[in-house]
Each structure stands twice: as C-alpha cells, then as structure tokens.
C-alpha cells in the first residue's frame, strides 16, 4: 500500500502575533494621534476628483465607512484635501415694491449683508427722529402754512362771493350736520332764523310768512343750492391743489433728507441691483413721510423705538428692512457644513408663518429662512444617503436643487389652507459639492433604479474596510488608535494592549496580510476595554483587559450559539467527534445574526445505489436549498464523471442530506464535504467523525477556498472540547485559506499540545486520505486505479452497480 503523506498546520501558521512582524510597539505605544484617513488612497483620490471637478453633476456618493463618525470623518477628509477658495457672497432678502409676493435677492460680497441689514436699520431710525424734526422746521411750517392760508382764503373769498349773492333773497347758508361731517347749506330765513323749506312752505301756507310767487321762489332757492354745490366743489379742488402741493413739498423736503443717506448707501455697495432697490425705497419713503412722523410721535426714546414687534404685529418699516438669509462676515475660506437631520426645512430653508389670529396666517420675506444647502453654498455638504431617502419628498427636491444649481425656498405644506398670503422669493444660485454616505447596496440600487442619481452623483468614492498589513499602515494605524484614544479621553494603553487591539482588527480583515480599517468598531472596544480597567482600579489598559471587553462583546451576543452547543452537548443535535462511519461526516457551517457570527457543526450523510437519478440533493427536493448549494451538487456530478466515467456509463442514484437542517441552506463550501461522503458511501470506507470538514470543489477536484474559516474551526473545537478531546480531532481546510487564519489562542494552544490539528488540503485526495487513512489512488493510463485505495473500491462499486442495472433491466425480444 502506498504511503500516505498527511501535512498539518503548526501553531505558528494559526494565528498572527505581534512577534512576527517587525514593528515597535514601543513607539506605538507613545504615537502621535493622527488627523488623516489611513489606507484609502483609492477613496480619497476620488473624493478629490470630485471636490475639484467644477462641472454640474460631480457630487460624491462615499460608501464603505463604519462606525458612528462617519460624517466627521467625511469631513476631515474634506478638510485635508479641498482646494483653498473665497468664502461665497453673502445673500439676502428685499421687499419688491413692483411685485410684492416675489422677493428679491441681493447678493453682496462677503461681510456686506449684514452691514446693509444695519445701515438700512440705522436709517429708519435716523428717519424716525429727523423726519418729525423736518415737519415741524421753521421753513416748513411757513411753507405748508403759506399753502394753508392761500387755500383758505381762496375758499373764503369763493363763499364770500355767494354770500353776497343771497343779500335780498331771504335766503342764507348755515352749517348742517350730516353723519360724522359738517357742510354748508342754503337754507330760506323765517323770524330771521335759517329754516328747511319743508318749515318755511308751511308757514306760507298758515300765513305767517308772505312770498309774491312761492313757484319763482322754489325756482330761486333751487338755483341757489346749485350755485352753493358748484362753489363747494371748487373749494374741494381748492383743497386737492393743496394737499398736492403739499406733497410735492413734502416730498421735496424729504427727498433733500433721504437723498443724501441712499447715495452714499450705493456708493458704498457698488451692486447694480441694490442699487434699483435702494432707488425704490428712497421713492416709497418719500411718499410716506408721514409713516415716520407718526412713529416718531409715538416712539419714547430710543429704547422704545428698538423694542421688538410681538407675533402677529406688522412691522410699519418692513419694506425697508433686509432679511440676512446667509452671512459669510466670520469665514475665512469655503464652508464645510453637515446635516444631521436632512428634513425640507433644515436643507432647503422654509418660510414661517405668522398666526395673526385664529385661523389667519401671514407671512413675508423677513421670515425667509435659509438651510443647510444655502449654508453650503461655495463649498460642501455631508449628509447620510439613508437620512435623507427617509424624508418624504427630500430626495426628488434635492435632485432637482443639483440638477438646476439652483435653490427654491417655498412655504411648507400645511395640509390647511392659511389664506392667500404665498410668497415667491427669487431662487437662488448653488455652487455646492453634496457628499452623500452609505453603503455599497444602497448606491447600486440608486444607480439602477434611478436614472437622475448617475447624473448627480458622478463619482463614487468606495472606502475598503481593510488595509495591507504593512510596517507604513501598522505606524498610521497606531496612529489612529492613539487619535481614539485621545478623543475619548482614555486610559493609557500598554504594549499587550495595543497589541491585541492590533491582533483584533486583523482577525477581523479576515486575512492575515490584512488589517481592518472599521475603526468605529475598534473606537467601542477601546471603550469598554477602558471601563473594565477602570472597574478593577488600573491605571492603565492592560491585555487581559481588552481580550476581557472581547470576550464580553460576545458572551452579549452568543446566545443563540450556546442553546445550539447546549443541544449537541446533551444530543437533541446529533454530532459525533468520535470513531468513523460510512457515508458520513461533519460538515461545518456559519451562521450570522445583526452582530455575531458564528461556526457550527452539521451531520451530512450520504447513500449510494444502482438507479439512473444521478445525484438527488434532498435539501433540494424540500426546497430548503439555494441556487448556490444546487450549483455545488451538480459540480459533484460532474467530477464523478470525470473520475470514474471515462469508459463506462455511471448508473448511479445518490443522495445528500444535512441531517437535523430544517431552515434554508445555501453556499457551496460544503461540496467538498458532499463529495467526501459520496465516495465513502461507494467505496464503503468509513470517514473519521473527529475531523470535520470544510471548503468547496471543482469538477477537476481541486479544493477552493471559503469563507468564515476561523469560525468554522473554533465552532467545532468547541463542540470537540465539550465532548472531550481525544487527540484525533481536527479540521480538514482548504490550503489556499490558510492565510486567512486568525484562530483564538485557545484553539492554537491545543493545536501545539497535539490534541486538536488543522489538516490544509488542496485536492479531493488529499482530503480522502486524511479522512479515511487510506489512501485515495490515481489512476494510470489506461483509468485503472491501484488495489487497495479509496478510488479502487468506489470505482469497483460503480462498475457494480453498472453490472447489476443491466441485469435487472427486461432483455428485448429477437
């Protein structure tokens, strides 16, 4: 029989230590915290193509980050790599005097809008002390008086001329009371009394009043009313001629006051379109002088005169006034702004309303307000995709807001009416980069579903969650660690610590060439680290107290491992880690929930016999197999065929279970475990159930790699250990995974005690021979295999069954 040769893993290949890599901890132990981003080269020269590309659609969609500061971590990068660019102008709001319900917008340079808020607040209150001053002047009170004495004596003189007509008349004028007003009448004189003509044809009636001709008389009194009504209306548009010129002296009054104070307004701001503004108000307060006289009367002080208006109550000069929607006086270069909460009202800005009374609302443009995109405005905005998908109507706005480069600030649906006080501001022009975190998934199905999303979101810069196990990216990581270490205010971490710190996240890249860059997770096991060495009254964080804070993390996780441990351990799930069977073995699988992944055990069996049915996967049949665990069965067909099918036809019927498996399976890192059984069940050789197995195949047998190794390992030495070790137990594993392994110490120490073994394989042989001790044959020229191995006796079988098919077939008639 040919001797078989068996390669096992020593402890050193199970697991990586700080020993064998060539670094200081040393000087880990005391590294400067960094400020950058370690081993995303790839990631951070897109970002900056991004950042740098001035053509509309070049936002960034970040995915691969972890952990809670992914925002500010986002930011940080931004910080470090932008280019260095003038803050943006500054923008604000004015009252349009043409068009009341659209404001306008005034952009001014940076520092400017607030200025011009306080100059145009200055003005009214220089024009609420100087305007009532101005009206009550000398000058001007000789000149509206001069206006007012022409106008009554213009008046008087019209009623004197009528009044001389009535001498001889028996008629006169007096004054009748009508409503609220007084107004001259013509009135007939009984007992030299005004009396109504009613009275006066009375008392001709009764004789006490004698008329020659009382028709020629009502004819006269007719005319005279007449005349009367015609000399009023002159008088009326005596008075209109007044009030107009003394408008027009108003106006030139005040125009000589404003005129002064709004030029060097333009003169100071120099903006075309501040100016027309500027021109407008000088023309609306002229017009309105008296606005300013009445406040002033009624201001006490410049105390009362600041006093802010309560809800509700119209501000008199609120055309006047400037509403500051973003002010760039205190920034030095572009802004950098994130969004914690991406609702309509944070990011686009809204316009409040105002509730005068009971179900009457009002608004205007000083109660613009603007968001977190206006905030961003010349520079960039970090939000989280899933915030801002979870927003109602956020994600359609947002698209049209880049896709326009433009901002439309609008009133908020109240889902009531409030009247129709609606304003129409001016919109807005962005110049802003959006940097929109999330993950892989979510970024696939934007770009597949969404054909605006590829438009507006050009480059996509993908953060890997691990970095190439190097002397550099160890430094930078120690780097980061201290950075964590700093920022939470920790306690210091020793040599051990940090070493097992370095060894967690390697363990968690899943190779050993690699180290995991989720450094919000390794932030959370820091902590608590710090907690528990706090507890214990250290001074500092130790080894024991990290490797404490993992084995916390998961003992907070594992309950659903330790009821399934629990049921192997007493039987309800069958596992044997002893002795040997035909036809059977220990496959090993993973099961992951939210947090926590696991390894676990699974009995899989197999039976063979005469039949044309080829392989039946009963997992399959039941429907509690996946597309990938069918793919892997009908691999094992094929490699049959290619083994022992070359001169004869293989009438064979075989089935595969996972016994005890009533959930859904998928994955085909059991298919070499299926082949394994396959061939025991022809060859009727037994397999060790010590050793468990693991990794896929191809149809040339060779043994692929898989995921979930270490796992894989630790669940079954686990199950081994329960159930006692007996020196023979072990693993077989594809070779190709054997950098991936970061085993616990435990399993190592019992690896280099001789009680547990890890058995790396690179082809179906290979395996066969650990398993079953015998060895797996090749076959020579002719397809024969040597007498005496496992191929021998599964393909004799086969020829077998081939034989007793054809017996048991109906002979055909001649």
Known sequence: MAKIE???LKPEDLRWSCKQFDFSLGKAEDAEPTQGTVGQDRAIAALKTGLEVPSRGYNVFVCGLSGTGRRSSVKEIVKRIKAVSPPPPDRCYVYNFSSPDKPVLIELKKGQARELKNDMDDLIERLKKQVPRLLED???????????????AKGRALIDEFEKKLEGTRFTVAQVKVGPLV???????????PATFEDFEQAVAAGKAQVD????????????KRDLADVLKRTRRLEAEALRRMKNLTMRFGEALVEGPIEDLKEKYGNAKLTRHLNAVAKNIVENLNLFRSAGEQSHGAAAASEPKRSGETDPFLHYRVNVLLDNTDREDAPIVIETEPTPRNLFGTIDLVLEQPGQWRTDFMHIKGGSLLAADGGYLIVNAIDVLSQPGVWEQLKRTLKNQQLRISIPELGFPFGQHSLQPEPIDLNVKVIMIGDAVMFDMLYGLDDD??????????FDTEMPLEPENVAQFMSVVSKIRHDQK?????KGALCTVLEYAIRRAGRRDRVSTRFGELADLMSEANLIALNKGAKSVSEEHVQAAVDAAIRRNNLLETKLKRMIKDGTIMIDTDGAKVGQVNGLAVFATANYTFGQPARITASTAAGDSGIINIEREADLSGSTHDKGVLILAGFLRHRFGQNKPLNLSASICFEQSYSGIDGDSASSTELYCIISSLAEVPIKQGIAVTGSVNQKGEVQPIGGVNYKIE???DVCKAQGLTGEQGVVIPRRNVESLM???DVVEAVAKGSFHIYPVDTIDEGIEVLTGMPAGKADARGNFPRGTVNYLANRKLEKLVKALKESSPKEKS
């Open 213 to 224: 001709d009382m028709d020629a008389f009502k004819a006269l009194y007719q005319k005279l």
């Open 183 to 193: 107004v001259p009448d013509v009135f007939p004189v009984l007992d030299d009394k």
């Open 138 to 152: 000398k000058s001007f009170g000789e000149a509206s008086q001069k206006l007012e004495d022409d106008v009554k």
């Open 490 to 494: 920790l306690m210091r971490f020793r």
């Open 743 to 745: 085993l616990r110490k």
């Open 715 to 717: 669940g079954f030495f």
């Open 453 to 462: 999303f590829k438009k507006i979101f050009k480059i996509k810069a993908e």
């Open 6 to 8: 068996i390669h096992e």
